[in-house]
């Protein structure tokens, strides 16, 4: 009796070729140092982070400003972080050689989903669903 394992073809495994995802990889890497020194940045910015606030006896206008200034890179930094984690996820993505592949449904991600928004790791169906 011949016992046929089709055991590994059933389980076909989707990967992007490597000198697809080389490129991906040195974009995302260089996107998220981008994103980090943006961050540093907007840190360094912030007016809550100067040492010498405390000390200094400003007009209520000044404050109202500051505040203003720390919401505002608040919500930078917000937004800045939302995308670092997206990146680090891509990167962990291409590393597992899942990069492409939509993390909800297994499904290949459009190709110009992924020329636009290189980060992603939902398809366009499961993007709109809203998981992010
Ligand atoms: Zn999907």
Redesign the pocket.
């Known amino acids: 009796m011949v016992k046929k394992n089709n055991n590994k073809e059933t389980k076909k495994e989707f990967r992007l070729p490597a000198d697809v995802l080389r490129p991906v990889n040195n974009f995302l890497q260089g996107e998220l140092k981008k994103l980090l020194s943006k961050k540093q940045q907007i840190e360094k910015n912030d007016p809550f982070a100067n040492p010498d606030r405390i000390n200094d006896n400003a007009a209520e206008d000044t404050d109202a400003a500051e505040q203003f200034g720390h919401a505002q890179s608040e919500a930078i930094k917000d937004h800045l972080n939302l995308r670092i984690i997206q990146v680090r996820k891509a990167l962990a993505r291409v590393k597992i050689g899942k990069y492409g592949i939509?993390?909800?449904?297994?499904?290949f991600?459009d190709t110009k989903r992924l020329m636009t928004f290189p980060e992603t790791t939902?398809?366009?169906?499961?993007?709109k669903k809203g998981?992010k």
Not at 102 to 107: K, R
Not at 122 to 127: D, E, R, W
Request: glycine share 8%; proline share 0%.
């Open positions: 939509c993390e909800n449904c297994n499904e991600i939902l398809c366009v169906k499961c993007g998981n």
